[in-house]
């Protein structure tokens, strides 16, 4: 059938890498990567003894650390974020080590979205629109609603027409875009607030924050079978991903104090299968992550992934691995 076909025919998921400025902290100032041509990192190893070894990544597109937020929004993400207007579900990923700049991007990602979002709204004539907003953390494998912070953990459960549902997560229908920054900051604070009580917790836990738009034709609204479009687009800031790392010896696990994050490298299996051409089993139900995401991952959503990385000497560990994830996932 036509439905099949457009499934099978996929999408790949949109890769970008993002590298962060030096900053105060960076006590060693020098930067071992190099970006070209807007597509391409290059690992300088800027050593005298190494200056034959460069390797070159390349992805949809690199932003160097001089690109500000606006940019990453327009060629990294928009183009995804705005399908969810068409009625296509859709996901945008920030995934990087702690401290490497997921949380700084993501929250400038959804806010140039939710501005736009906005303005497509308010400026059509034809079509009458709902927006809904809901925004959960993923902590252990333990759901939180971060706009109702005391319920927890929430259950996540299948329904037989919804398909995965977050079981009593709140769900706030949006007044204006007002309203939504309203929330987003009462999200953040949750957040900090867990981040105190429960020693760097934002490094461990996964958030999500998710905008339902329905619309129908206005002329049709209110009439009992109007054709309603709707779908989902998702904010995602992941948890640090040295979590995932395989490379962990035993003792550093132990002092870990937790298990490697399920959720992320679920993620990393889901997204792999997926970039592979979404054939065989895909296994969503392994993490509450993947299962929260999966209507807004493979099918015929649409996902964008934005890889962050720290340019310090010291991180070149992780952001090799981080570039290697993004290298699956392209
Ligand atoms: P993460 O969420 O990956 O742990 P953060 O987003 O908290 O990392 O970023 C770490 C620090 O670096 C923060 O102080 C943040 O403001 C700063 N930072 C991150 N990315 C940028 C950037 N592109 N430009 C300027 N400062 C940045
Ligand atoms: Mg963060």
């Known amino acids: 059938s036509e439905e099949l076909q457009f499934q099978e025919q996929g999408e790949k998921i949109y890769v970008s890498i993002r590298l962060r400025p030096l900053n105060d902290k960076s006590r060693n100032r020098i930067c071992d990567w190099e970006c070209v041509n807007n597509d391409t990192i290059l690992f300088k190893h800027n050593l005298p003894e190494r200056a034959m070894f460069r390797a070159a990544y390349t992805f949809d597109r690199v932003f160097d650390s001089d690109c500000d937020t606006g940019l990453v929004y327009e060629e ?60 959960m953390e993923i902590y252990n494998e333990a759901v939180r609603d971060l706009l109702s912070p005391d319920s927890y953990p929430l259950r996540v459960l299948d329904d037989p027409e919804r398909g995965t549902v977050v079981e009593k997560l709140t769900e706030v229908t949006l ?50 079978n109007s054709s309603i479009l709707a779908a989902s687009v998702n904010f995602v800031d992941l948890a640090g991903s040295e979590r995932a790392s395989q490379t962990l010896s035993a003792g550093a696990r132990l002092k870990e104090g937790c298990h490697i994050n399920r959720s992320l490298l679920t993620l990393g299996t889901v997204i792999r299968k997926l970039s592979k051409g979404r054939t065989g089993h895909i296994p969503y139900r392994d993490s509450k992550l993947t299962r929260i995401l999966q209507n807004a991952l493979g099918g015929n959503a649409r996902t964008a992934i934005i890889c962050t990385m720290s340019p310090e000497r010291v991180h070149v560990e992780q952001s090799r691995n981080t570039l290697m994830f993004a290298n699956c996932a392209k």
């Open 76 to 135: 990294g993400a928009k183009h995804i974020a705005l399908s969810v207007l068409d009625g296509i579900n859709s996901s945008i990923f920030a995934y990087g080590q702690t401290s490497s700049g997921k949380t700084y991007t993501m929250r400038g990602i959804t806010e140039y979205a939710v501005s736009d979002i906005y303005d497509y709204i308010e400026n059509n004539g034809e079509r009458e629109f709902l927006v809904k907003f809901c925004a």
């Open 175 to 224: 007044r204006n875009r007002e309203h939504l920054y309203e929330l987003l900051s009462i999200c953040e604070a949750q957040r900090q607030i867990g981040e105190t009580s429960l020693n760097e917790t934002s490094s461990r836990s996964h958030q999500i924050l998710r905008l339902t738009i329905e619309s129908c034709a206005r002329e049709y609204a209110g009439a009992r």
